[in-house]
């Protein structure tokens, strides 16, 4: 049966076929018992996507993210050279991406794959290194960030405060004034400049108390953070040990820095067409964040909103695709859901989420969309792909992964028992 290739405009599908896809499982036709698997279905992966993986907990998202990665991996070596990938791993789950499943070997083996670990390089914050190396966890460096990497926002926002509030006019005043003359500073060098400060007798000792509590956080130091944009890597940022507050920081410190080396990129690439000459390419990227709704909500805003809206808004061109894992759809910004081009959506039964994802490809569906879920066939890894690019629907099985997936619920019982 023909392949059937998804995030794909019909001038590009006649003319690349399918040239440069993730084939990430096969079609189910049928529903209940009469369902079975048909052609394999195929991601694009030479354009730009926005794309979301739903479903509730335990429903195969961090799965599916896995497979993706994989297809990453697999595609053609002229293409391959041209991408790299980024995930934000809020789970301690991708760094056993590594190694093979052999677990699964047979049912691999059904699909035509073999087990097979994943070239993922996995970074931890630096002053986290020793609780990581206690859990066994294999991890390739250490990332940090230096104190004078923040805006006065980024630290309002990590902190909690308003900016009109006391707190906040002198955090602001401190970090602004330090920035016009300083190139580089510590928070040993903050707390100092506060004393400096003339009045806020009352909020002086709060401030340096919260600037004192972000030095525990383990993601201040020396060490530079890992090159992201680099031919054919995948890069793990583990921030599973990091509060949450901190980790929109470290999302929003990471993702400016990709786009704006993208945007110079595409830059330099218009230039080299124009003059017909050959540069050496920066690597597409591929963002992928689990918990996504974490980093960009729906309501409030955190130190990650707004480059990651930015980024949805605008990093088509300049060649950044996203990859929003959730469990609950409808707590994503609306930009995020409007944007999105390509939808995985396994099992949901929030009605708030199933109203979330009818909002946004109704128009060529023939039934409601919560019919299409409940046809689904109740076993493991079955989705519905909605694609905006042909305006199509359809049932999916994801393939089974072929490096080792940690994200499965833990048993009571020794596995080898069974």
């Avoid at 949805?312 to 894992?325: D, H, L, W």
């Amino acid at each position: 049966m023909p392949d059937i290739v998804v995030g794909r405009d019909f001038k590009d599908l006649e003319k690349f076929e399918k040239i440069g896809t993730l084939r990430v499982g096969k079609h189910i036709v049928g529903t209940g018992e009469d369902a079975h698997l048909t052609s394999p279905i195929l991601i694009d992966a030479l354009r730009p996507h926005c794309m979301i993986v739903c479903g509730k907990r335990g429903g195969g998202k961090s799965y599916t993210l896995g497979v993706l990665v994989e297809e990453l991996k697999k595609v053609r070596k002229d293409i391959r050279k041209n991408l790299c990938s980024l995930i934000i791993d809020t789970q301690g789950i991708f760094w056993t991406m590594k190694y093979p499943n052999e677990d699964d070997r047979d049912l691999l083996k059904k699909w035509g794959l073999e087990p097979m670990g994943i070239d993922v390089k996995v970074y931890v914050p630096f002053g986290q290194k020793e609780l990581f190396e206690k859990a066994g966890v294999n991890f390739d460096g250490t990332f940090s960030v230096s104190a004078s990497q923040l805006a006065p926002d980024d630290w309002l926002y990590v902190f909690g405060i308003g900016m009109n509030d006391p707190l906040g006019i002198l955090l602001e005043r401190v970090i602004t004034r330090m920035k016009k003359s300083k190139d580089s500073f510590s928070i040993d060098d903050i707390i100092n400049e506060i004393h400096t400060e003339e009045g806020f007798d009352n909020e002086k000792l709060a401030l340096e108390n919260r600037f004192i509590a972000a030095k525990m956080w383990g993601i201040f130091g020396e060490t530079k953070m890992p090159t992201i944009l680099e031919s054919e890597k995948s890069t793990v940022l583990d921030v599973s040990m990091t509060p949450s507050n901190v980790r929109t920081l470290l999302v929003s410190i990471v993702l400016k820095k990709v786009l704006e080396d993208r945007i110079k990129a595409r830059r330099q690439e218009e230039m080299a067409k124009v003059e017909n000459e050959d540069i050496k390419r920066v690597p597409l990227c591929w963002v992928i964040i689990d918990e996504a709704h974490n980093f960009v909500p729906n309501v409030g805003k955190v130190a990650s909103s707004d480059i990651l809206l930015r980024i949805v808004k605008e990093g088509r061109q300049p060649g950044v695709s996203t990859i929003f894992a959730t469990q609950r759809p409808n707590k994503l910004h609306p930009d995020v859901i409007a944007q999105s081009d390509l939808i995985i959506s396994h099992r949901l039964t929030a009605k708030s989420d199933i109203e979330a994802l009818k909002a946004i490809m109704q128009t060529y569906m023939l039934f409601d969309i919560e019919k299409y879920l409940n046809d689904l066939p109740r076993m493991k890894g079955v989705a519905l792909v909605l694609d905006d690019n042909s305006e199509r629907l359809y049932k999916i099985q994801v393939r089974p992964r072929q490096s080792w997936h940690a994200g499965s619920s833990p048993l009571a019982i020794d596995r080898k028992e069974f």
